[in-house]
């Protein structure tokens, strides 16, 4: 957070990518990764060293071939959707990506904690159909980029086609037990 004047996540960031250290990380990095995966199989719950996995793969710059296609799209500027802080591109018909700008500053709200969260969200409910499958996830050049499973529609746009009656009331219920499932399917 910013109490300290600093963000911790941009120190660490800054640390991983600089252009001096790059070729010492990137032959650390690897053993460090095979650690968290060794410790995650020793626990009984391998919770926490999938979060510092995922929380490494958000810090160090590193696109996949499919970020860079995902980089690619918004180029070309093929949204499907903005928001506040960044928009949706269709990369495929199968496939979209989140693209959400990093912070610019030490002074900028950090975007990353809200990303992680995100990732470990959509991380814990892979395989239950209850949010679209993340298939990759990382950091390149100044975007946090979150690959996932492209889901067609709109809530917005469904709402807007639905008269009120009881057949809506259903589906609107059945969508919020959905919902209630997928929170407990992550705190399990």
């Known amino acids: 957070g910013d109490s300290l004047r600093f963000h911790v996540l941009d120190c660490l960031h800054q640390h991983l990518n600089d252009p001096k250290r790059s070729a010492h990380v ?3 990095l690897p053993s460090v990764i095979s650690r968290l995966e060794a410790w995650g199989a020793a626990m009984a719950s391998s919770g926490r060293s999938h979060g510092a996995s995922r929380l490494l793969r958000l810090l160090h710059e590193k696109a996949t071939p499919v970020i860079r296609k995902a980089l690619v799209a918004e180029q070309r500027g093929a949204f ?9 591109v269709g990369v495929d018909d199968g496939t979209c990506a989140k693209i959400l700008r990093r912070e610019r500053s030490n002074r900028d709200r950090s975007v990353c904690h809200a990303v992680y969260g995100e990732v470990s969200a959509l991380w814990l409910l892979k ?4 949010a679209p499958e993340l298939l990759d996830f990382g950091l390149s050049r100044d975007c ?4 996932m499973e492209r889901c067609q529609g709109t809530l917005a746009s469904w709402r807007f086609d ?3 009656n009881d057949d809506l009331v259903r589906d609107v219920a059945r969508l919020f037990s959905k919902c209630c499932r997928a929170v407990e399917a992550m705190h399990m």
């Open 144 to 147: 946090y980029v979150l690959v």
């Open 80 to 88: 499907i959707g903005r928001g506040r802080f960044g928009g949706v």
């Open 26 to 28: 990137e032959k650390v």
């Open 162 to 164: 639905k008269v009120l």
């Open 127 to 130: 395989g239950t159909q209850a």
